[in-house]
């Protein structure tokens, strides 16, 4: 009885192996990408009857696959190398995130990581009402939201005294609320105080605010011109 199989050793010093990277993009994007380099091996194609090897090809094909936080991003195969890249908004990913690549040949497989940390926090500050105000007054600040591929960039929410008096959506990274804007009237409340007012910016996953106190003086002015001092006869008042 002759057995027939494949004989499959290396001619390289090296077996497969991965390297992974990731990094933000100005549009609001995470690129993410996973290399792989691949060993060659000699595979035997047919023996003589000793058990000699007469014909053989050399095979330097693998894959390579990429995750992120265990999930599945990628894959591509390719001969001597491969490369995967994949694109995410990065509005979805605040915070800190472990990228794994592998790398797969004839020789067995290699793998690497890359650990990627985001920070989306906004950025938002009240500019009025700040101080002593009277009268009607616009409640206003503005808010840096960080990039994203997402067409709304965040939401910019107002309270005053805890009571929401609007929501600006923002189609910008640099976004402007305006109570004025939004209602078409400026704000009104009754004398006296102090009040706070609260702007709340949300987007990518993250959130920052900024409160200022304020009091509102509408304390009318009053002066007596008549009577005064000595008068004869009929007076106004």
Not at 36 to 52: E, L, Q, Y
Not at 69 to 82: E, I, R
Request: glycine share 14%; with cysteine; net charge negative.
């Amino acid at each position: 009885i002759v057995f027939l199989f494949v004989l499959l050793y290396s001619t390289s010093s090296w077996g497969a192996s991965a390297s992974v990277s990731a990094s933000p993009q100005a549009d609001g994007g995470v690129q993410a990408t996973v290399t792989g380099s691949f060993a060659s091996c000699a595979v035997c194609d047919a023996f003589d009857a000793n058990g000699v090897c007469i014909t053989s090809h050399t095979n330097n094909s693998g894959s390579v696959s990429l995750s992120r936080d265990g999930g599945f991003l990628c894959s591509a195969s390719g001969n001597g190398s491969a490369t995967c890249t994949v694109i995410e908004d990065r509005g979805g990913l605040h915070g800190t995130h472990v990228y794994n690549g592998s790398a797969s040949d004839c020789t067995g497989s290699g793998t690497s990581s890359f650990t990627l940390t985001l920070d989306n926090t906004p950025t938002i500050a009240v500019t009025s009402p700040v101080g002593v105000v009277s009268g009607f007054f616009d409640v206003s600040g503005n808010a840096t939201f960080k990039p994203t591929q997402s067409s709304l960039k965040g939401t910019i929410a107002g309270f005053i005294n805890g009571s929401h008096v609007g929501t600006k959506f923002c189609g910008t990274e640099s976004c402007t609320f305006s109570y004025r804007e939004l209602h078409g009237v400026f704000f009104e409340i009754g004398h006296g105080g102090p009040y706070t007012v609260l702007l709340v910016a949300q987007g990518g996953g993250a959130s920052a605010s900024d409160q200022k106190s304020f009091t509102v003086d509408n304390m009318p002015t009053i002066a007596v011109t008549s009577p005064v001092g000595v008068v004869s006869g009929f007076f106004d008042v």
